[in-house]
């Protein structure tokens, strides 16, 4: 198989987009998420998403299919919330590994479809790995702010079985991302090491922060350049940002990173900021005119859509990407 590492010496490469937008155009019932398998479960299960994996994966293939023919490289696993902490909303902590294993299983089929039918334009399954809806630096209650919600090494125990069970299921590589606290981040990357070092593995690394408002901080206060010196003790493919901004807000975060990392560099924006509903506006044709600022001025290794992105979006940045060269590293 190609390495990635390769790939990204000849051109920017295409992540996919966001999965929530896509399955939201299924309308799955309660019945749907819960398939014959979980038919009598004892919480509602209505709204996650990972569950999807098992109990609708034509529906996910489906998806995985449709960003790979929009011009996608690399397509992210559905695992955004796939830790025992995450599932324990759904009372699913006994799934987690299964849930990743055959997210995983899914994405590579597909991939390899594509690669076989295309093979001078290999594809790739990053195994995506969220935040978790906790976090090790903050306190959740104003009134106590030295109380913790979740500690390191719960973080790191709860990754640490998500990251075997996506390497199990043959992931290219692995993707930390929407990074709102770098404890937390910090705590994945530890567990990947650990797994890395017990398998011997050289499996690649990619870290996407998010900077959450116009402050240009991390939720966790830090700036830019203290997210990229907190995760540059790791050897990674590359680091970046993504989620709540959109590519016009989030070019000058993206710019000061890509004047300082001698990493690849990647960005998976959402499709501008969201509306009174909670919804993104933004057309392909308006993102690809903030993504083409990226591509000028030389920022961007690997590219993608977050929020409120899907197909279109994706076949527009291939599209405008085709017409670039990719960001060359600084020699050290």
Do not use: W
């Amino acid at each position: 198989m190609s390495n990635i590492y390769n790939e990204l010496q000849k051109r920017i490469l295409i992540l996919d987009g966001a999965m929530g937008t896509m399955l939201q155009d299924y309308d799955f019932s309660e019945d749907d998420y819960r398939g014959a398998r979980f038919k009598d479960y004892p919480t509602p299960l209505k709204g996650n998403n990972d569950l999807l994996s098992l109990t609708q994966p034509e529906a996910i293939a489906e998806i995985h299919r449709k960003y790979f023919e929009a011009g996608a490289d690399i397509v992210e696993t559905n695992t955004f919330s796939g830790t025992t902490i995450a599932m324990a909303d759904y009372d699913m902590e006994n799934l987690v590994y299964e849930l990743n294993y055959e997210s995983a299983k899914i994405a590579k089929r597909i991939a390899d479809e594509f690669t076989s039918s295309q093979p001078h334009k290999p594809r790739f399954v990053a195994g995506s790995i969220g935040p978790t809806n906790k976090t090790a630096s903050l306190s959740p209650d104003v009134n106590r702010p030295e109380y913790r919600a979740i500690t390191f090494d719960e973080l790191r125990l709860a990754y640490k079985l998500q990251v075997e069970a996506l390497m199990d299921g043959g992931v290219d590589l692995l993707l930390v991302e929407t990074i709102f606290d770098t404890l937390n981040a910090k705590a994945a990357l530890f567990a990947i090491e650990q797994v890395k070092e017990e398998r011997n593995s050289t499996i690649p690394i990619m870290v996407s922060g998010t900077i959450t408002d116009a402050s240009g901080r991390t939720l966790s206060g830090q700036t830019v350049e203290a997210f990229l010196a907190s995760v540059s003790h790791i050897q990674l493919l590359s680091v970046g940002f993504n989620c709540a901004l959109g590519a016009e807000q989030l070019k000058p975060y993206l710019q000061r990173l890509s004047n300082v990392t001698n990493f690849h560099t990647s960005a998976h924006p959402n499709a501008g900021l969201p509306n009174a509903f909670g919804e993104y506006d933004e057309t392909p044709e308006e993102m690809t005119g903030f993504i083409d600022a990226y591509f000028k001025d030389n920022l961007i290794n690997i590219i993608g859509g977050c929020c409120g992105t899907n197909p279109a979006h994706i076949k527009a940045i291939s599209g405008l990407a085709e017409n670039y060269e990719p960001r060359q590293l600084k020699a050290n």
